[in-house]
């Protein structure tokens, strides 16, 4: 298996443009994730799917960013005006069933994408 | 407010050195993960825990749910573990949701 995919791997835009990245998860994993990793916060959980349904947008910043799930092969997460601060590393994970819960499988990370915008 | 606390924040070590990572955590969990990002950015994720130990090649993970402890330990360290380590937990009664990760520890094996 390829593992978890992300596009693009690099991305450089102006604040104010609208920013779209993407996923393909791995084939059979029923849980997706978003993450963003910044140095001051870290790691943090933006977003989760599980079958292709958002089930907790809690960890989303603010309205600029929004996140689809169309099929169960294909994810994205899109800021719409970009800003500087959101300039971090994006990465996408996906889990078989159970998501990490005791005794599930854990979950495996694409290599993400690194944002900069200016 | 769950809290995870990661120590040492940095370390450098040489080759061959028997490494240990501590990770604290505030409130009761029902998983607790450890994972390596390499310098490249990409991120393993190494271990799942809910009790006791496990092992895999030369990495030890031990954790301790009384005490809210969690060690990451590397035998016969080497160059090519040097990486980020980062502790991740689930309070109970969380899904897949709910994860708090520490800051990670910055680990460097010189040969």
């Known amino acids: 298996d390829a593992g978890v995919i992300q596009s693009p791997r690099h991305e450089v835009t102006e604040m104010g443009q609208e920013v779209t990245l993407r996923c393909k998860p791995i084939?059979?994993?029923?849980?997706l994730f978003w993450y963003r990793q910044t140095m001051m916060r870290g790691l943090e959980l933006l977003i989760y799917?599980?079958?292709?349904?958002?089930?907790?947008d809690s960890g989303m910043p603010e309205d600029r960013f929004s996140a689809k799930m169309p099929n169960a092969s294909f994810s994205t997460l899109k800021i719409q005006p970009s800003e500087p601060r959101d300039s971090a590393v994006y990465f996408c994970a996906s889990s078989p069933e159970g998501g990490g819960l005791p005794g599930q499988e854990t979950q495996y990370f694409g290599p993400g994408t690194r944002l900069l915008v200016l | 407010k769950n809290e995870v606390e990661q120590s040492p924040q940095n370390l450098t070590a040489q080759e061959g050195e028997f490494i240990t990572i501590n990770c604290s955590y505030s409130?009761?969990?029902?998983?607790l993960h450890w994972l390596q990002q390499h310098p490249g950015g990409g991120i393993v994720s190494l271990f799942m825990l809910s009790s006791g130990k496990k092992k895999h090649g030369r990495l030890i993970a031990t954790i301790n749910i009384q005490e809210k402890h969690s060690s990451l330990h590397i035998t016969a360290s080497h160059p090519r573990d040097s990486a980020v380590y980062i502790c991740a937990v689930r309070p109970v009664g969380g899904g897949a949701d709910g994860l708090t990760f520490g800051k990670g520890t910055h680990l460097i094996i010189q040969p």
């Open positions: 409130v009761g969990i029902s998983a």
């Open positions: 084939s059979g994993h029923d849980y």
């Open positions: 799917f599980n079958n292709n349904v958002p089930i907790d």
